[in-house]
């Protein structure tokens, strides 16, 4: 296909990360960006991205979730997290889950993973340590409640601090027995815990929660929720009590609790939670649970930015969770797990090494260093003036490392970026097929991505095919080919293509 006739834009400032990333620049042109070789170098101090300044978290604060893929939606982009299924057993039931499966307060369902010892669970930590250096966090999220299994659970911690000092303990529970068992994760350097809330009025939980099993008896109905509530409370407030840093998942589940949610935000937030985490109901007949084969449906991504807009303001909101699996493993949206499953990594030698971790993490924060100057870049560069700044979504192709990297046809996902005239905000991501598949472009599929992100006035990925390219046009979607830090790539777009017309 011919492009149209280009319009290029001031050079942006080149960056130089360490790591794999080329040395590159970008030229934006009105359907594509021309990329380049430089060889200057920009380096500056490593400052926070401009959403996390933007809350006013204290240093020691940054210092506590700066590796942590989950807490710090730009650490996500570097640095990867783990799963390992020790923690079978559950002690309430989600009308969302199915046993079968693995827990939905922090999965997606129709994933059942491999159960393992704790010293099995060991093993497998030391093995991906040593394969995937960035794998900075562990965390126990199932498949049943981390805190239904306590022994299987504290004794995997227990093996892990000891054998590998520099990964993070992180854990995520229902709630229920959290408040019993705070002593054991302070003393174990537990600093990460996720408690799911989907409610604060037990007559919306009567809804999702049909029992509750505690301290040897089943409660039905609301007598279990009121306990259920009474101790996600307790733990949150426990939580504050150790300073231990607490993350709030919620299930969003249109017409049961999408209204109260801004209820549930603001007793999480004086209660002390860290971070919300509003999370899509995924339901359908096939996972076979109650709300699945009941025909509650889970929210459109429209329903589900509205709800977060909504509460977003009070307490931080995590926007980037990929609900993954009670075994997963990389970075948040890759799925590494196949890569390690129990008959591949016996087989595998332990080499957990600190020293060579450490070495490839001080790399990495050289990149993010330089990353951060170039996004602050971005956010200061000065913008012609427009009387009203509006607000357009631009769909981002991306394999980690903030930028904008990956071929339009391999993206699984869509990293959604708001932008207007003062800055590019990351408000989600969109799961689409696999364009490319062995090499071949299929209409069906170009078609539901199209529709997926209909609502995005372009596309920025390091290539686009000429096929895809010319109906994403058609669709209304401006195709930028570049090969730079996402916020640059975007900003670039706006004052181009929004602000000039
Ligand atoms: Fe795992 Fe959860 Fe810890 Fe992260 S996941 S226990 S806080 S290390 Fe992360 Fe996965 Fe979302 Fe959970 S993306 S489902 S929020
Ligand atoms: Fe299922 Fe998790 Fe709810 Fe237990 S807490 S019922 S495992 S979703």
Redesign the pocket.
């Known amino acids: 296909m011919t492009l149209p006739p280009t319009t290029a834009f001031a050079p942006a400032p080149p960056i130089t990360p360490n790591l794999e990333t080329p040395e590159l620049e970008i030229t934006l042109t009105k359907t594509q960006t021309k990329v380049k070789k430089v060889t200057q170098s920009s380096g500056s101090c490593g400052c926070t991205s401009k959403n996390e300044n933007a809350t006013g978290m204290s240093e020691s604060i940054k210092a506590r979730i700066d590796k942590h893929p989950c807490y710090s939606e730009e650490a996500h982009h570097h640095y990867a997290r783990m799963h390992v299924a020790v923690a079978p057993a559950?002690n309430?039931?989600?009308n969302?889950?199915n046993?079968k499966y693995d827990?939905?307060?922090e999965s997606r369902p129709g994933v059942v993973s491999e159960l393992l010892t704790p010293e099995e669970a060991a093993h497998k930590v030391l093995v991906v340590a040593s394969k995937i250096p960035q794998m900075t966090v562990l965390g126990i999220a199932?498949?049943?409640?981390p805190m239904a299994n306590p022994e299987k659970t504290f004794r995997t911690f227990e093996l892990i601090a000891e054998q590998a000092p520099d990964i993070k303990l992180c854990l995520s529970t229902?709630g229920l027995m959290l408040v019993d068992y705070i002593d054991r994760i302070k003393a174990l350097n537990v600093d990460h815990v996720t408690i799911?809330i989907n409610m604060i009025d037990p007559k919306v939980g009567e809804k999702i929660y049909p029992w509750v099993h505690y301290h040897r008896k089943r409660y039905r109905g609301i007598e279990g929720v009121k306990i259920l509530h009474q101790r996600q409370m307790e733990g949150l407030e426990a939580l504050r009590e150790a300073d231990i840093l607490c993350k709030v998942n919620s299930v969003l589940i249109p017409g049961i609790n999408d209204e109260h949610m801004k209820e549930v935000n603001a007793a999480v937030q004086e209660r002390g939670a860290f971070l919300h985490n509003i999370m899509p109901l995924i339901s359908a007949p096939e996972f076979g649970t109650y709300f699945g084969l009941n025909g509650q449906r889970g929210p459109t991504p429209k329903e589900l930015k509205q709800v977060q807009d909504q509460c977003s303001g009070n307490l931080k909101l995590m926007r980037h969770c990929r609900q993954c699996r009670a075994d997963a493993v990389g970075l948040l949206g890759e799925d590494r797990s196949q890569e390690f499953t129990k008959e591949k990594f016996m087989e595998m030698p332990a080499d957990y090494n600190l020293e060579q971790r450490q070495a490839i993490h001080l790399n990495i924060e050289h990149t993010r260093a330089e990353l951060a100057a170039k996004k602050e870049a971005a956010a200061t560069r000065q913008t012609p003036a427009k009387p009203e700044s509006v607000k357009v979504l631009v769909a981002v192709a991306t394999k980690g490392g903030g930028l904008v990297n990956q071929h339009f046809g391999h993206a699984k996902e869509f990293m959604i970026y708001e932008v207007d005239a003062t800055e590019a905000k990351f408000i989600g991501h969109r799961k689409v097929a696999d364009y490319c598949q062995g090499g071949y472009g299929e209409e069906a599929m170009l078609a539901g991505i199209i529709s997926t992100i209909a609502d995005c006035k372009a596309i920025l990925a390091a290539k686009v095919g000429p096929c895809p390219q010319k109906e994403l046009q058609k669709a209304g979607l401006t195709v930028i080919e570049a090969y730079d830090v996402i916020e640059t790539v975007a900003r670039h777009f706006y004052d181009e293509y929004i602000l000039s017309t």
């Open positions: 559950c309430i039931q989600c969302f889950c046993r827990c939905a307060n199932g498949p049943g409640d229902n799911t």
